[in-house]
């Protein structure tokens, strides 16, 4: 047990005078003096530190892994084996930017085995990062992404609920609660016969507020996100008229997705539900109808301050 209470294997060399207790540094790691390291963390074999690298409590950093000048992993962070971090957009032999880009992977975020992190990106809270990936974007809280680039492939505990889950049945009218606070899925009328079909709705059943607005979201990309965000007051009905959409809802406690795949289904979010659209199929079109006329005072766009007001 080395000097500060943390575990140092003989071949460490741990130049850096703020490790935090419990800490576990194994074999043939280098920690450069200027870095920073919180308490009960476990770095493994062959790992090296810069000097600019602040990491918080718990973090778990598996073998082969580099952290550069300019990385932050904040707390409960897992890194895994020989996964990549860079911190210079351009980089050149014997030239050095005045300032490297700064990386942020923040609370409990997890990056799998081999893969590679760009410069200058955040990893958001909970998000996972799937073995091999390339991220050339930030990844949002609790996203899900793999691939080359990497892509939101899903959300951490949303599960899905998908229209076909609908315990009514398609000629029925009716509201499905949901997991999430205050959020219901409404199977619409449904009207066929030789001329076509028909589908409404009316202000009251089922759209529980008055309508001041509306908005339509069409020719998205499939790798595009929409939302991301929550409302003060504001409501909102949600129908995809033509094509697909997943929606994850969120109420800081609780998340659920649901696949918005036809205009007989509407999706209600009431104020202060942080709500993702993702997963556009190419030909979707979304009617999204609101409770109150365009005010960017209402959005919430940073989940860490949507938590704190929905506690």
Known sequence: MAEGGFFKH??????SSTVGAETRIWAFVHILPGAVIGAACNICDHTFIENDVRIGDRVTIKCGVQLWDGITLQDDVFVGPNA???????PRSGQHPLRYARTLVKRGAS????ATILPGL???????VGAGAVVTSDVPPMAIVAGNPARIVGYEGAGSLSAG?????????GVNATRVAGVTLHRLPHVHDLRGNLSFGEVGNPIPFEV????LVYGVTSKEIRGEHAHRSLRQFLICVHGRCHVVADDGTNRQEFVLD????GLHLPPMVWGIQYKYSEDAVMLV???DKYDPGSYIRDYSEFLELVK
């Open 262 to 265: 036809s205009p007989t289904i």
């Open 289 to 291: 109808l609101a409770s």
């Open 10 to 15: 003989e071949t460490a060399i741990v130049e």
């Open 84 to 90: 990549t971090f860079s911190n210079d957009h351009f």
């Open 122 to 128: 955040t990893i958001g809270e909970k998000a996972m």
């Open 212 to 215: 001041k607005r509306y908005f």
């Open 111 to 114: 990056i799998g085995a081999n």
């Open 165 to 173: 889950t609908v315990s009514a049945t398609p000629a029925e009218v």
